[in-house]
C-alpha cells in the first residue's frame, strides 16, 4: 500500500496570512497512463470531506483561487495563500494512482 | 443538483449485518464509477470499496481491512448503490459516505455502530 505522510498535523494560522501542508508518499504516484493522482479534499468541521485540488494542481469547480496544489512524484504542497475563516477545518492529501486508495493523517488549520 | 444520499445505518451487534443504500440523483450513476469511504469518530479518511461503470466491466475492490466481509453493488436502473456488511466488527463503526468516481461528489454519510 502507498503511504501517504502529511505535515503539519497542525497548523495555527492567521487570517490574512499564507499557509502551506506538505504530503508525502513513500512511492511515485505517477499513473501508468501518465496522470499523477493526488488530490487535496477540505473537511469543515460536522461536514463531509469536499474536493478541492485533483491531479495535483487542478482546481475543483467553485474553489477559490486561494488554494492552489503542486508537486511531482512523492512530493506535494497545498497552499493557501490568504488564510479566511471559512478555511478553518482539516485537510487530507490522498492518493488514487494505485488500490487501496489511501489518505494522509489530515492537517487540521485552525484560526 | 447532484447529490449521493446514503441511508441504511444504525445500531447492529458484532457478528451480525447492515445493508447500506446511496441514492443518486441530478447526474446519471450509471456513467460513473463509485466508491464507499468511512471515517471512525474523530478519526481520518478510509476507502472501504470501489465499484466500476458496467461498460468498463463493473469490476469491485475492497479495503484488505473489509475483504470477504463487505459487498459493493449498483443497480444503476435504480441509480443505487449498495455496500453489503457481514460479520460486522467493533471497528467497523464509522460514517460511511458514498462518492463519485473521482471524489468529486460526497454523499453527507450515514452513521454505522457496531456494539453489543
Known amino acids: 500500500d502507498i503511504v501517504m505522510t502529511q505535515t503539519p498535523l497542525s497548523s495555527p494560522v492567521t487570517l490574512g496570512q499564507p499557509a502551506s501542508i506538505s504530503c508525502k508518499s513513500n512511492?511515485?504516484?505517477?499513473?501508468?497512463?501518465?496522470?499523477?493522482?493526488l488530490s487535496w479534499l477540505q473537511q469543515r468541521p460536522g461536514q463531509p470531506p469536499r474536493l478541492l485540488i485533483y491531479?495535483?494542481?487542478n482546481r475543483f469547480s467553485g474553489v477559490p483561487d486561494r488554494f492552489s496544489g503542486s508537486g511531482a512524484g512523492t512530493d506535494f504542497t497545498l497552499k493557501i495563500s490568504r488564510v479566511e475563516p471559512e478555511d478553518v477545518g482539516v485537510y487530507y492529501c490522498?492518493?488514487?494512482?494505485?488500490?487501496?486508495?489511501?489518505f494522509g493523517g489530515g492537517t487540521k488549520v485552525e484560526i | 443538483e447532484v447529490l449521493l444520499v446514503e441511508s441504511g445505518g444504525g445500531l447492529v451487534q458484532p457478528g451480525r449485518s447492515l445493508t447500506l443504500s446511496c441514492t443518486a440523483s441530478g447526474f446519471n450513476s450509471g456513467d460513473y464509477a463509485m466508491s464507499w469511504f468511512r471515517q471512525a469518530p474523530g478519526k481520518g479518511l478510509e476507502w472501504v470499496s470501489f465499484i466500476q461503470r458496467k461498460t468498463y466491466g463493473g469490476t469491485t475492490d475492497y479495503a484488505a481491512s473489509v475483504k470477504g466481509r463487505f459487498i459493493i453493488l449498483r443497480d444503476d436502473s435504480k441509480s443505487i448503490v449498495y455496500l453489503q456488511m457481514n460479520s460486522l466488527k467493533t471497528e467497523d463503526t464509522a460514517v460511511y459516505h458514498c462518492?463519485?468516481?473521482?471524489?468529486?461528489?460526497w454523499g453527507k454519510g450515514t452513521t454505522v455502530t457496531v456494539s453489543s
Open positions: 491531479t495535483i494542481s
Open positions: 462518492v463519485r468516481g473521482g471524489q468529486d461528489v
Open positions: 490522498m492518493q488514487a494512482t494505485q488500490f487501496p486508495l489511501t
Open positions: 512511492q511515485s504516484l505517477v499513473h501508468s497512463d501518465g496522470n499523477t493522482y
